[in-house]
């Protein structure tokens, strides 16, 4: 039940108050580019479907915490979850910058991800890992597709999203050295089917 409690208190926490970053934002180390209004748009949009894979992420390490009864793999989660917190940070100053706004949408990321980070969990520790492995690889070939599509003036955004890249690649690594199981073809088909679905919403609404 605690688990539960706290649960409840992460997402009320992601959906409705600021976040607060533990570690300084990439982006301060550069002035706000002069963009013009459709760079702008583009940067904004591009970061909101960061800031949706970062609720994303609370959702899932949350779910999977709550869930498994290894003491290690609790800490690996949340450890996880608090790195991710600093993305999910870093992502609203950015769209605060841009001029722009979240998803309208991210309470129902928020339930899909815990969602399915709960029935990961509930397989297995190992399965729940895979998931992780999987989940992490595909953010980090997502935030590479962003790296190129971003306006090439907006230092501040390029470098949040190459750290978050950096992180994710690790998140995966670590995961998989953890013991995580490879998903079958399938389970990653439909994971990446269901991203896409995410993404192109996220991009506009």
């Not at 979240?102 to 980070?117: E, T, V």
């Not at 729940?128 to 070939?141: C, D, K, R």
């Not at 090439?152 to 955004?157: K, P, T």
């Amino acid at each position: 039940m605690d688990s539960f409690l706290c649960a409840a208190d992460t997402a009320l926490r992601t959906l409705f108050a600021k976040p607060h970053a533990v570690e300084a934002s990439p982006a301060e180390a550069f002035a706000e580019a002069p963009l013009n209004p459709e760079q702008k748009r583009l940067a904004g949009a591009l970061m909101r479907v960061n800031h949706v894979g970062e609720v994303c992420a609370q959702a899932l390490y949350t779910a999977q915490a709550a869930v498994t009864r290894d003491p290690q793999l609790r800490s690996h989660l949340l450890e996880a979850a608090r790195e991710e917190t600093d993305h999910l940070a870093w992502t609203q100053q950015r769209l605060d910058a841009l001029g722009t706004r979240p998803s309208l949408l991210n309470p129902l990321w928020f339930a899909g991800a815990f969602a399915l980070g709960l029935a990961a969990a509930k397989v297995s520790d190992r399965v729940s890992l895979g998931f992780v492995v999987e989940t992490e690889n595909q953010v980090a070939a997502h935030l590479q597709s962003h790296l190129e599509r971003l306006p090439e003036d907006d230092l501040a955004s390029r470098a949040v999203v190459r750290r978050m890249k950096d992180d994710e690649e690790r998140h995966a690594a670590n995961a998989r050295t953890a013991g995580g199981l490879a998903l079958p073809s399938p389970a990653r088909a439909m994971m990446k089917m269901a991203a896409k679905v995410m993404t192109t919403t996220a991009h506009y609404v």
